[in-house]
């Protein structure tokens, strides 16, 4: 299994620029998650989705949105790219059954926005 | 609201010495406790977990950590530290809703010769 993949890795991005981070997973793991991570300030969560259709805002969800059309794929997408949005993003799953609880992180995606 | 905190932001240390990193939550309900290491430049690796039962936790790489409800604390240690462990540790709790985890500021473990 490849994991939790990320791409891309860096991201240079100019004030009201769009993107979209995009997340896979191969693990068939039910909830997936975004976060952000700044100096100083541990991860912040962004969204999140219970399964393929359903997602919920988290703690910091302004300035983006995202979707869940398949188990695997959950796209996180900035519209109008702003220099508070520079950080560190870090997509995560998680399977609720069989006793996992455990959260698998991807290697992330540096953002800088100018 | 769920929170996590961790007192210190970085802990200086010399190598074979011991450690410990604390962290402490809120939560009137139960929890479940993580602590996750990030090496420079990469994602964020499991170190241990509490759950349930056992309130010492023994995880990878020589750590372990003490889960004290009482005092709502779940501080990490390892007895001797290496260069290796020089790295940012990351305290998390995570509540029944959606399973979603909220994590403490970090702590830099800086080892030294």
């Known amino acids: 299994n490849a994991g939790v993949t990320q791409t891309p890795k860096f991201r240079i991005l100019k004030i009201g620029q769009s993107m979209t981070l995009q997340c896979t997973q191969d693990m068939n793991h039910n909830y997936m998650y975004w976060y952000r991570q700044d100096p100083g300030m541990g991860l912040k969560l962004i969204y999140y989705s219970v399964g393929a259709g359903i997602t919920d805002k988290g703690e910091v969800p302004n300035g983006y949105n995202v979707s869940r059309s398949t188990t695997e794929d959950f796209p996180l997408r900035l519209e109008l790219a702003a220099p508070s949005q520079t950080s560190v993003y870090f997509c995560?799953?998680?399977?609720?059954?069989?006793?996992?609880?455990?959260?698998?992180f991807g290697p992330g995606t540096r953002l800088t926005v100018l | 609201a769920q929170s996590v905190t961790q007192l210190d932001s970085q802990v200086p240390v010399f190598e074979e010495a011991p450690v410990e990193l604390r962290c402490n939550y809120s939560s009137s309900v139960s929890v479940y406790l993580f602590w996750y290491v990030q090496y420079p430049n990469q994602g964020l690796q499991l170190l241990l977990k509490y759950l349930s039962g056992s309130t010492l936790v023994k995880g990878i790489n020589g750590f372990e950590a003490e889960f004290n409800k009482s005092q709502t604390s779940f501080h990490l240690r390892k007895p001797s530290v290496h260069i290796s462990d020089t790295a940012e540790y990351f305290c998390a709790a995570m509540t029944g809703t959606a399973s979603k985890l909220t994590f403490g500021t970090g702590t830099r473990l800086q080892v030294t010769l």
């Open positions: 995560a799953s998680i399977r609720t059954s069989g006793g996992m609880n455990e959260q698998f």
